[in-house]
């Protein structure tokens, strides 16, 4: 039995949601080891908040592009920064697992009303909308990297870009909030 070609993405973007939820909660939920880490590892773990900050920040640059490219007709230039964006989502999530596999977990070290006000809502917020909108946006990017321009107003691309992207630009932006919490301001 043959699959439309066009009823692919669903599928794939879901398979490969699930080996992702797989992959981090064997990395969330996993045994620890001792704490013997080499200085490389401990060097590694005060680099890597950074970076991935840095990545997101560039990956939301992207993504704000991508989406006044569309909604100004730009298509190429879309075509070229949202697979960019989704690349430099990949790229954070590579550093994240590393960081949380080597044991790089902080805690809030700010006051207490700040941490229940302003930090623990915006970590839910944020980590709420990572899990949900994995799927809708390897969908419509799988979607967009495997049609044609043409053929992509026929699909389903547009309505769940919609709403892919407000929540994939509102978790990013949480995100750096958190990590401005984290490793800025205290």
């Given at each position: 039995?043959?699959i439309?070609?066009?009823?692919?993405?669903?599928?794939?973007?879901?398979?490969?949601?699930i080996?992702?939820?797989?992959?981090?909660?064997?990395?969330?939920?996993?045994e620890?080891?001792?704490?013997?880490?080499?200085?490389?590892v401990n060097?590694l773990?005060?680099?890597?908040p950074?970076?991935?900050a840095f990545v997101?920040?560039?990956?939301?640059?992207?993504?704000v592009s991508?989406?006044?490219?569309?909604?100004n007709?730009?298509?190429?230039?879309h075509?070229?920064?949202?697979?960019?964006a989704?690349?430099l989502?990949?790229?954070?999530?590579?550093?994240?697992?590393?960081?949380?596999?080597?044991?790089?977990?902080?805690?809030?070290?700010g006051?207490?009303?700040?941490y229940l006000y302003?930090?623990l809502?915006?970590l839910?917020?944020?980590?709420t909308?990572?899990?949900?909108?994995?799927q809708?946006?390897?969908?419509?990017a799988?979607?967009?990297?495997?049609?044609r321009?043409e053929?992509i107003?026929?699909?389903?691309?547009k309505?769940?870009?919609?709403i892919?992207?407000?929540?994939?630009?509102?978790?990013?932006?949480l995100?750096?909030?958190?990590?401005?919490?984290?490793?800025?301001?205290?």
């Amino acid at each position: 039995m043959a699959i439309k070609r066009e009823l692919l993405p669903l599928p794939t973007s879901i398979v490969i949601t699930i080996v992702a939820y797989g992959v981090l909660s064997f990395v969330i939920f996993r045994e620890r080891p001792g704490a013997v880490q080499s200085d490389f590892v401990n060097r590694l773990l005060a680099f890597l908040p950074h970076a991935i900050a840095f990545v997101n920040a560039l990956a939301l640059v992207l993504l704000v592009s991508g989406w006044w490219f569309i909604r100004n007709g730009f298509i190429k230039l879309h075509r070229i920064v949202m697979p960019s964006a989704l690349g430099l989502i990949f790229l954070f999530l590579v550093m994240y697992v590393t960081r949380i596999y080597l044991g790089g977990v902080k805690e809030f070290p700010g006051p207490e009303s700040l941490y229940l006000y302003l930090y623990l809502p915006v970590l839910i917020i944020h980590v709420t909308l990572s899990i949900i909108c994995i799927q809708p946006v390897l969908y419509v990017a799988s979607i967009g990297l495997t049609n044609r321009i043409e053929h992509i107003p026929r699909t389903k691309h547009k309505l769940v870009g919609r709403i892919a992207v407000p929540m994939w630009i509102l978790s990013l932006t949480l995100g750096l909030i958190v990590y401005t919490l984290l490793y800025r301001e205290y």
